[in-house]
């Protein structure tokens, strides 16, 4: 039992690259969410799935894509990235008692 | 719109000596859950205590314990024995019971020091 995993770890773009940041759970949770998090401001959701096919946008959506195709697996795509980008990006997922739990985390630099 | 209030950007402790971490958060909402995440320098979230709302009992786990007054809208850490891997920033966060829109607020987080 992984929990929840994300690929890769790392990653530095060029602005205006695209890339796609995968997170796995292999908890069969319902529920997925993807935040950033940067310095002095905590976590802040970018998007959310409540289930398979489902996504809806959080409180930092633009600039970011998402898509659920299949239970456990949640992907953030950014199709055009700019340097405002550059964070860590953690995925969660969580339980029916409210609980998330937190992948380790991508760093993402935007040059 | 839900607010978390960490007033304490950093904090020292000495190891074995008690510190608390201060949480405040503002909302209409009467049922919701807070929690206490640790991120040590792994960068690693870890959920370290739940707090639910329409429980009177203040929430403890081992050396960590709350301070849940839910009229002052207050929900502080209390950490016993205080270790060297207690060292890592230290998350308070809110979740209304909304259903299928519940979604976590942060606070900005206070970072924990614990010395010999």
């Known amino acids: 039992n992984a929990g929840v995993t994300q690929t890769p770890k790392f990653r530095v773009l060029k602005t205006g690259q695209s890339m796609t940041l995968l997170c796995a759970q292999d908890?069969?949770?319902?529920?997925m969410y993807w935040y950033r998090q940067d310095p002095g401001m905590g976590l802040r959701l970018i998007h959310y799935s409540v289930g398979e096919g489902t996504t809806a946008k959080g409180e930092v959506p633009d600039g970011y894509n998402v898509s659920r195709l299949k239970k456990q697996n949640f992907l953030l795509g950014l199709e055009s990235a700019a340097p405002s980008q550059t964070s860590v990006y953690f995925c969660?997922?969580?339980?029916?008692?409210?609980?998330?739990?937190f992948g380790p985390g991508t760093r993402l630099t935007v040059l | 719109a839900q607010t978390v209030t960490q007033s304490q950007p950093e904090m020292s402790v000495q190891e074995a000596e008690t510190v608390t971490l201060s949480c405040t958060y503002d909302?209409?909402?009467?049922?919701?859950?807070l929690f206490w995440y640790k991120q040590p320098p792994s960068r690693q979230m870890i959920l370290v205590i739940r707090q639910e709302a329409y429980k009177q009992q203040n929430a403890t786990e081992n050396r960590f314990s709350v301070n849940f007054q839910k009229a002052a809208k207050s929900f502080s850490l209390k950490i016993s024995d205080s270790q060297l891997g207690d060292t890592a920033m230290y998350f308070c966060?809110?979740?209304?019971?909304?259903?299928?829109?519940?979604?976590?607020?942060f606070g900005t987080g206070t970072r924990l020091q614990v010395t010999l």
């Open positions: 969660a997922s969580r339980v029916e008692s409210y609980t998330q739990y």
């Open positions: 966060a809110f979740l209304p019971i909304t259903g299928t829109a519940s979604k976590l607020t």
């Open positions: 908890m069969n949770h319902e529920y």
């Open positions: 909302t209409s909402e009467n049922n919701y859950y």
